[in-house]
T-cell receptor, first 110, second 116 residues
Framework: GQNIDQPTEMTATEGAIVQINCTYQTSGFNGLFWYQQHAGEAPTFLSYNVLDGLEEKGRFSSFLSRSKGYSYLLLKELQMKDSASYLCAVNTDSNYQLIWGAGTKLIIKP | EAGVVQSPRYKIIEKKQPVAFWCNPISGHNTLYWYRQNLGQGPELLIRYENEEAVDDSQLPKDRFSAERLKGVDSTLKIQPAELGDSAVYLC??????????????FGQGTRLTVV
């Protein structure tokens, strides 16, 4: 079967750093997406990894290890507005068949 | 650039009634997705279109759900008859595979359906 695992919930402090992990077992792999979703809103795109390594975008970075079926999203200098769910999604083939994780709810405390 | 537009934002219906959702994707996006999302879960794909062709509808409960994408642009998703378990947020998304694009999906605001 196809499976994506993420922690259900994490808590961090404003100004700190947090790492949200995602492990996947899929029939194929053609890239991994991270999305942010605030409560009651639609998911918005954060990052995309298709090759191993780290992709940095401002305060957010995403890492991929294809051999380990593992990715993480790193959020630095946390702000209260970063409180949201973070969804990991794997593109399993060239036709962009996406498998989604359940999301990690991140709670930021002052 | 205008985003993905969905309507209505909210809908409350009684069970066994029909309901329809409408989606206008981003101009030029060939791929259109309909997802269902329950609270605390990730989006679940219902159907994916490439232009006007439904290329993946394996997760669509075809006994009560139907969808169409006329002229490869706007799309509608219909449920008839609705059941209590259909209460969820229905998300439409679109994407493109233009060179230089990561083919990320852009989501609409969703329609929150409540079946009572």
């Amino acid at each position: 079967g196809q499976n994506i695992d993420q922690p259900t919930e994490m808590t961090a402090t404003e100004g700190a750093i947090v790492q949200i992990n995602c492990t996947y077992q899929t029939s194929g792999f053609n890239g991994l997406f991270w999305y942010q979703q605030h409560a009651g809103e639609a998911p918005t795109f954060l990052s995309y990894n298709v090759l191993d390594g780290l992709e940095e975008k401002g305060r957010f970075s995403s890492f991929l290890s294809r051999s380990k079926g593992y990715s993480y999203l790193l959020l630095k200098e946390l702000q209260m507005k970063d409180s949201a769910s973070y969804l990991c999604a794997v593109n399993t083939d060239s036709n962009y068949q996406l498998i989604w994780g359940a999301g990690t709810k991140l709670i930021i405390k002052p | 650039e205008a985003g993905v537009v969905q309507s209505p934002r909210y809908k409350i219906i009684e069970k066994k009634q029909p309901v329809a959702f409408w989606c206008n994707p981003i101009s030029g996006h060939n791929t259109l997705y309909w997802y269902r999302q329950n609270l605390g879960q990730g989006p679940e794909l219902l159907i994916r279109y490439e232009n006007e062709e439904a290329v993946d509808d394996s997760q669509l409960p075809k006994d009560r759900f139907s969808a169409e994408r006329l002229k490869g642009v706007d799309s509608t998703l219909k449920i008839q008859p609705a059941e209590l378990g259909d209460s969820a947020v229905y998300l439409c998304a679109s994407s493109t595979r233009r060179e230089g694009s990561e083919a990320e999906a852009f989501f609409g605001q969703g329609t929150r359906l409540t079946v009572v």
